[in-house]
Structures are given as C-alpha cells and as structure tokens.
C-alpha cells in the first residue's frame, strides 16, 4: 500500500531556518505546494543580482531512495531561476522558461537546507540566459542552465500575498 499523506516534519529541526532569510511568498500553486521558501539577498562577493532561494528537504521532496526527487529539484531551479529574471529586469514581464537542463551533482537528503544560487551569463531584448546552482552547505546536488523568452502578453495578474517587488509582485508567468 502507498501512503499518499503528507505529514509535516516531526523532527522540530526541520523547521529551522538559518539566519539572514525571510519567508518568501510567490509563484502559482504549482511552485508554491513545495513547502515554505524563504530568500536572503546575495552576497557582496556573489556576482549574481538579487537573492538567494532557500528551502529545507522534508518528507513529500523524497523518492523511493530516500533523496529528494530530482524533479522537485529542477522545480525549485526553475522557479529560482524565474524569480531572478524578474529581479533583474526590474520591471513586471511575462518571460517563459523556453530552455532547461539539469545536471544532477549529488543528492539532498530529508532535513538539509538547500539553497538556490542564481548567475546570469546573458541578457538580451528579448532572452535572457542564466545559471543556477543547487547546494546543500558547500555540496552541489544540481546543476542548471536555462533560456528564458519575453512574450508580448501582459504578465498574469499574481494571486493576493506574493511578495517580492512591493508594488509589482511576481506570479508564474
């Protein structure tokens, strides 16, 4: 039998968050059903614009190993991804995902902190290109590249309580 419940952590450590991070509320209900996410800005040394993602590896990211899935990992990449597109441009856009490949380095296990490091190699009228590192401490577990692609649309309306932008919140676009 399969067990298709989703209990929370019992271990209170899993509830930890390291410092310098806040909760992050964006994305649609697709991005948002991983669990909380919570960013901090980038380092001064980091050469990537805007912020580093965050998340702590609980029961429903585990496979039939025990390691978190690799498509919620190359979710999460995605959706860190996304996110910074929008920080960079500095302005609301709809831009879509038009390419993504992932590189898996190692596994994340329940309870690690993995967070999502961000670089952008290119920047167009109408693509952007990016990295993205998944690392759990100073472990990589995934590896990203991805195109992203302005379309002329307006961006879609973001649901009440996504935070990010202040006056120009961000939504799966």
């Known amino acids: 039998m399969i067990d298709t419940t989703t209990q929370p952590p019992a ?6 968050v390291p ?5 992050l509320v964006v994305g ?11 960013s901090r800005p980038t380092d001064a040394a980091d050469a990537t614009k805007g912020i580093v993602l965050g998340m702590r590896v609980i029961d429903s990211h585990l496979n039939t190993q025990s390691v978190c899935h690799g498509g ?5 990449a995605d959706g860190a991804l996304g996110i ?3 920080l960079a441009v500095e302005r609301r856009a709809a831009y879509v995902t038009v390419s993504l490949t ?5 596994s994340a296990k329940l ?3 993995l967070e999502a490091h961000v670089q952008f190699t290119r920047q167009g009228k109408r693509l952007m290109y990016a990295n993205c590192d998944l690392r759990v401490g100073d472990r990589h577990v995934l590896r990203s590249s991805a195109v992203f ?3 002329d649309r307006p961006p879609p309306k973001p649901p009440a309580g996504d935070t990010l932008l202040g006056e120009a919140p961000l939504a799966d676009g």
Not at 19 to 23: D, E, L
Not at 32 to 38: E, F, I
Request: cysteine-free; overall charge negative.
């Open 28 to 38: 649609g209900p697709y991005f948002r059903q991983l669990g909380p996410m919570y």
């Open 72 to 76: 919620m990992l190359t979710t999460v």
């Open 102 to 106: 992932a590189d898996f380095l190692s």
């Open 84 to 86: 910074a597109v929008a």
């Open 11 to 16: 271990d209170p450590a899993l509830h930890l």
């Open 111 to 113: 309870g690690d902190w």
């Open 149 to 151: 692609s302005l379309v």
């Open 19 to 23: 410092a310098g991070f806040t909760r």
